[in-house]
């Protein structure tokens, strides 16, 4: 398995707090990603990142925000939490270039917003 | 845009048979195509990825087949075993993109 984990888990938080997950890696993968899935949707593509410090929005970016201040760590904010925002958050990294563009995905976090 | 959808939600099989779960995207400009496996609660897992400029592929028990032509690609599983009970989806990258486009996923039940 690739070397992704993601923190926490599990969560439970009440509408309006601030979440943040946390995605892992130890593969020195140049890109990463925050994806959502729900019944229903499939996987959707909420942030990526192509780099340290170079983040750009997906299709169902509104209400997160992300941040990548090492190559390892990619961070998924939800700046005041929603209902709607009750998923299962999956991290991806790939390696790019000649190393290849398919997704390798972390074991993801469920979260329920109350 | 993209847009890649498989042909059915659900799939039953028997233990020993072949399984084929299909998939078709609307970009002709896709270029590379992937498999996922995603057991319950787990996350997704690459089994196989294919490029335009090849029709077949095959891995272990596992072969993909690409149709340019009618933008269709299906994933075989030869001698389905209980263990390969899982969504099953397909993405499509549009050459230039890193970022792929997911299916919805077909649920491949395997019965003993």
């Known amino acids: 398995d690739a070397g992704i984990t993601q923190s926490p888990r599990h969560k439970v938080t009440e509408t309006g707090t601030p979440v943040t997950l946390r995605c892992h890696q130890t593969?020195?993968?140049?890109?990463m990603y925050w994806y959502r899935q729900d019944p229903g949707h499939g996987l959707r593509l909420i942030h990526y990142s192509y780099g340290v410090k170079d983040t750009d929005k997906g299709e169902v970016s509104d209400g997160y925000s992300v941040s990548r201040s090492k190559t390892e760590d990619f961070l998924l904010t939800l700046e005041s939490a929603t209902s709607s925002q009750t998923s299962v958050y999956f991290c991806a990294i790939s390696e790019g270039g000649s190393g290849g563009y398919e997704q390798y995905f972390g074991p993801g976090t469920r979260l329920t917003v109350t | 845009g993209e847009s890649v959808g498989l042909h059915l939600p659900t799939l039953s099989v028997q233990e020993g048979d072949n399984s084929i779960i299909n998939c078709a995207y609307s970009n002709s400009a896709s270029d590379y195509f992937i498999w996922y496996k995603q057991e319950s609660g787990k996350g997704p897992q690459f089994i196989i990825d294919?490029?335009?400029?090849?029709d077949k592929r095959q891995g272990q028990r596992v072969t993909v087949l690409l149709n340019k032509t009618v933008k269709h690609l299906s994933l075989q599983i030869a001698a389905t075993q209980p263990g390969d009970s899982a969504v099953y989806f397909c993405?499509?990258?549009?050459?230039?993109?890193?970022?792929?486009?997911f299916g919805r996923g077909t649920s491949l039940i395997v019965h003993p």
């Open positions: 294919i490029r335009s400029n090849m």
């Open positions: 593969e020195n993968h140049r890109y």
């Open positions: 993405a499509a990258r549009r050459g230039g993109s890193y970022i792929p486009t």
